[in-house]
């Protein structure tokens, strides 16, 4: 029987973000440099795959530092440490390289200079997440206060409304971060903050892409892990963009053919943690069973990279 035809638009930007791509990059000098095993603190991104591969290469992940031993190097994860972090690995005497992504650091720094002089922090995040808790731990406890929603904003008791800021995590959704500033801003008028948020230029990027594309698509993958929240607040930037089925797949597997059934269109992204390779085990999945033309979506283009800590780029 002839295979059904099938459109699939590919998001451009999609998938690693140059944050991804350096931390990733780092576990592997690491090992390199020191051999095996180099521990990691938390899954260096959110991606089983990426995460199964440094693991085979000797990498351990832990989620404390008190689970390294204090004669191995550790490394921490893309999202951002709390600054109790640094300080435990320096008390046990450890080398430790910190995979941060530059633009995680960046917020940090803002947030320390609010605080030096002398505003109250407010946070837009997801609470729990190690991002949020990172950039929250740059500060003595109790300094940040967490918002997620505008209600949040509403109930929230600061100390001067005269004397506050605000940071947000990076890989937020940019339309109700939007409405979260708004509230903020109208309440608290004397706010000080970045010009708009603190999301970076991969997520603002892949959430355009998928703007631009959902309207066209029966239905949208976006390939990323359950834990990723830059993954999952694109299957909602789909869903609300018009898309009328929008599902999250960590690989090919995940796939309910049968929920796809009389589709046309697809489109295909995939969070700033996911690997091309997974991409195209999801397009070779399709291409098995219709055929498949692919039309590539592209709403920006990226030349960002960031480069690897020194201490790893000297000669071992
Ligand atoms: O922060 P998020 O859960 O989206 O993390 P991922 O999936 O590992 O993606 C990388 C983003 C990041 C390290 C923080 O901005
Ligand atoms: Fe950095 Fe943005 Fe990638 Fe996060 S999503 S690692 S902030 S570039």
Known sequence: MAKPPLTLYLAAPRGFCAGVDRAIKIVEMALEKWGAPVYVRHEIVHNRYVVDGLRDKGAVFVEEIKDCPPDRPVIFSAHGVPKAVPAEAAAREMVYV??????????????????????????????????????????????????????????????????????????????????????????????????????????????????????????????????????????EVGARAGCAYAQLVQRAADIDWRALDGIRTVGITAGASAPEILIDEVVDAFRSRYAVTVETVTTAEEHVEFKVPRVLREPA
């Open 98 to 235: 910190d995979a941060t992504c530059p633009l995680v650091s960046k917020v940090h720094i803002e947030a320390a200079r609010h605080h030096e002089n002398g505003l109250q922090m407010i946070m837009i995040g997801h609470a729990g997440h190690p991002e949020t808790i990172g950039t929250m731990g740059q500060l003595p406890e109790g300094e940040v206060l967490l918002v997620e929603t505008p209600e949040d904003v509403a109930r929230v008791e600061v100390r001067d409304p005269e004397k506050l800021a605000f940071v947000t995590q990076t890989t937020l959704s940019l339309d109700d971060t939007a409405e979260i500033v708004a509230a903020l801003k109208a309440r608290f008028p004397a706010i000080v903050g970045p010009h708009k948020e603190d999301i970076c230029y991969a997520t603002t990027n892949r959430q355009e892409a998928v703007k631009a594309m959902a309207p066209d698509c029966d239905a949208m993958l976006v390939v990323g892990a359950p834990n990723s929240s830059n993954s999952k607040r694109l299957v």
